[in-house]
């Protein structure tokens, strides 16, 4: 008989210890961006900002890490100019292309 794992068992998933360079952080953002979710654009940046560090982050943008950790929450909705900080200072770039 298979033995049954209760989901409260199982260890939380974190997506930034899975994005390793520019590439990864750069498929994951498709990947989110075909959702067309901007709540999970904005965690998904969360993401890559903790991946990448968010001390740096804050520095690069000149926005404090409070502001970001806000900013990139799941359920926040950041202004267009706060994830244009954000994206230019991880150094990926949105694209938009015809459906």
Known sequence: MTKKIKIANLPDFDPAEYLKDEEDM??????????GDPALLAAALGDIARARGMTQLAK?????????YKALRPDAKPRF?????????LGVKLHAEPI
């Open 26 to 35: 750069a498929a994951y953002l498709n990947v989110i961006l075909e959702d």
């Open 60 to 68: 690069d943008t000149g926005l404090t890490r409070e502001a970001l």
């Open 81 to 89: 100019d706060t994830i244009s900080k954000v994206c230019k200072a």
